[in-house]
């Protein structure tokens, strides 16, 4: 749980992606309750109806589902479907910044290459 | 309850408090009134409170004027910066002819956040300090459960803790039960993930209505070079802009990443942020 959201961009999506990372990271299993609407609220003391949003979100997704009267659970394949939702997503999100702080310091395209293949080799 | 704003005017001798103001507030919502010293919101709560008349227009709450109205200013508690209660009556009686007044009044929340805030009842209002003073009145608010509770910077005096146990306070009350909250506060960093809808007030005037995810959504900061950031806003709305160096920061409503594959450096605005730009701008044109 991170201490603090970021009053820069939308709550709904912090929340989401908060519940997004515990299911990737395996924090929160399949099957597994996730906190209700009131409980991020009271925890992060932002508006029910904001993060009521981002858990629908994820219940639209079928990321999560609902059990009545019991709360909101972690569907069986919730764990594929956001990998490749993020793999769709990494090119945007990491690939694009990287290659344009690239160009900026006049780094080549293999040059880029190889600090990533040297950082794979650092890595193990 | 709906609240309807039309072509609210409120003068005081010459000066224009509010400026032929009208909007809608037709949800139960946790709403944040910000605005600079001297916008015209004080004005404006207390009109909705009835406590005063406007000049012309009209606030209607469910489709009646709340001034000399009985059946609707039970529904409106309004806690203000002070001057809240008679200073000769003891805690205990203060919260006895508002739990009379309010047919919503909450015994039990009242007992257990005198008790939080550590207030003896028996004490006079005068006695309190402004930090006591104003923890009762956070305590009428919140136990009143009047359907459309306006607090206007109701915590002075009030340390960083007991400010964060009201927030906490605030939020569960409402989870269990929604209803309109008004809430104006200079505090803005501190709340400003409470409110739901967000309203500036500038200079008698409504400058702006909105969502407040639709504004964290909306806005952002671009910074680059001059030349970079002119080419990527000339066709935007823009809130504020400024440049030092060659180089230029603006604040507008636009896509953040369209402003990322142009190139740019792109933060999000701080509500807080927001209204200070929104409210310069308007002083300077």
Redesign the interface.
Known sequence: MKYKLDDTRPIFLQIKEQLEDSVINGTIMPGERVPSTNEFASYYKINPATAAKGINELVNENILFKKRGVGMFVTENAKDILIEKRKETFYENFIQPLKSEAKKLHVSNEELVDMIKEGNTDAN | MQIEVKNLTKKYQDKLALDNISFLLDEP??YGLLGRNGAGKTTFMEILSGHILATSGEIMIEHENPFDNQRITESICLIKEGNNFKKDLKVKNVLRIYSIFYSTWDHELADKLVEEYNLNPNAKVKTLSKGMESALGIIVGLASKAPITIFDEPYIGLDAAAR?KF??IL??E??LEKRTIIFSTHLI?EV?????EVLIIQDGELVLKEE??VL??KTCSVSGTIQEVESFIKDKDIIGKKQLAGMMTAYVYADM?QA??A?LNV??????ELMIYLTENKKGA
């Open positions: 919502k946790i964060k927030y906490e939020v569960e409402y989870e960093d400003s993930l409470l409110f739901e407040a995810e964290r959504n990443k990322r594959l190139g933060e999000g605005v701080p509500i807080q």
